[in-house]
């Protein structure tokens, strides 16, 4: 640290990033990134974008946001675009969290959420995850504080229903309640319905991982008018110009390519399915995820040793070193093809096994 960095900061830990190795080419199984390429609708939109690049991008996402709200809805005043869902993440914890509105959310989530209270001087109380870590609806009523659910949940894969996230909205009344929706489209429920039902709810989704596009960094918020006008005023006091045009170029493209979407979210819990059972037949545990990733443990060999032995045979997985997720490891959902090799390599090393 630099002697002129912000004391402000002094005790921030930033996010780690799941690792992306250039050393050689991986089966990258570890950041939850689509294993299919964008649809060429979004490609062919985005070089199409790409012409108008000397112009500043179009702050209110007018197109995208019209087509968006067309397919899931809503009104477009109901949705603000980000740059990725991290930003949508970032301004909530701005726009909704002070001294009297702290963050509540499970101390076993997406690695983001502490560092975003961290960030904005935001206080926050991380409730213990059920013993077999599903999120226990009573933890979160009348907590008077601001909460951040992922639903479903990273890195387990597990979700709440609708009913208990009602519950959780009725009982918060002067709070708001952000879910975070990054992975509902491989077999979730979507609470977006429920906005015009409630003006505390705020839903996050990215177009990160069902739409292929993790690397354009597209993301979106949405709730009641007042809820997304507050989030534009912390746009407009950070970056108005926070999705580039080719992105939301892309974006448009990715809507309109509805069946490419739903096939690709068929083919990953496909695949997804067919790994659990695979796994299970060599012994692992795994959690009932619906998200485009499994959280599994082997009775013989540790989380740590599973990660390390799978990445020098070229699989990289995600693993977690903190109590209570040592013993698991995380793996992406990728094609067919790539569970195959993946699922090769565990059999290599359970064999290994003296
Ligand atoms: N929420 C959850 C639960 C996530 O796992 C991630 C991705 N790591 C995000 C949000 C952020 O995704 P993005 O910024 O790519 O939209």
């Known amino acids: 640290m630099s002697r002129y960095f912000s004391v402000k900061y002094n005790s921030l830990t930033p996010y780690v990033p799941g690792e992306q190795p250039k050393d050689m080419r991986y089966i990258k199984l570890n950041t939850n990134e689509s294993p299919f390429p964008p649809s060429p609708k979004a490609l062919e939109k985005a070089a199409e974008a790409a012409k108008r690049l000397m112009l500043y991008s179009d702050p209110e996402c007018t197109e995208l946001t019209r087509v968006a709200a067309q397919q899931l809805d809503v009104d477009p005043e109901e949705i603000l675009f980000t740059n990725g869902s991290d930003e949508a993440l970032n301004f909530a914890f701005m726009a909704f969290c002070d001294a009297s509105h702290p963050a509540v959310f499970p101390d076993i989530t997406y690695g983001f959420y502490p560092v975003f209270a961290e960030l904005n001087h935001v206080p926050y109380r991380q409730i213990p ?22 639903n479903p949940n990273a890195p387990t894969g597990l979700a709440l229903g ?58 979106f918020a949405a709730g009641c008018k007042e809820l997304i006008r507050d989030l534009k005023t912390i746009q407009y006091a950070t970056n108005p110009y926070n999705v580039n045009s080719m992105t939301m170029a892309a974006g448009i493209g990715a809507l309109e390519d509805d069946a490419y979407f739903r096939k690709n979210c068929l083919a990953v819990m496909e695949n997804r399915e067919w790994t659990r059972t695979a796994l299970q037949e060599l012994d692992f545990t795994v959690l009932d995820s619906v998200s485009n990733f499994l959280f ?29 997720l040592s013993d698991y490891i995380r793996i992406t959902v990728g094609s067919k093809e790539q569970m195959e090799v993946f699922l090769e390599k565990v059999k290599e090393i359970l064999e290994e096994i003296p």
């Open 129 to 150: 995850l059920s013993e077999d870590f599903t999120i226990s609806l009573e933890d979160y009523l009348a907590v008077n504080s601001t909460v951040f659910i992922a």
């Open 162 to 219: 609708l009913d208990a996230i009602e519950r959780i909205l009725q009982s918060n009344p002067d709070n708001v309640v952000v879910i975070d929706e990054a992975y509902v489209d491989f077999g979730g429920e979507s609470a977006l319905p429920l906005i015009h039902k409630y003006d505390n709810l705020l839903v996050i989704q990215t177009f990160s991982k069902s739409r292929s596009m993790a690397g354009a960094r597209l993301g």
């Open 296 to 324: 599994a443990k082997h009775s013989q060999v540790s989380g740590g040793d599973l990660y390390r032995k799978l990445k020098e045979k070229g699989v990289l997985v995600r693993h977690f070193a903190k109590p209570r």
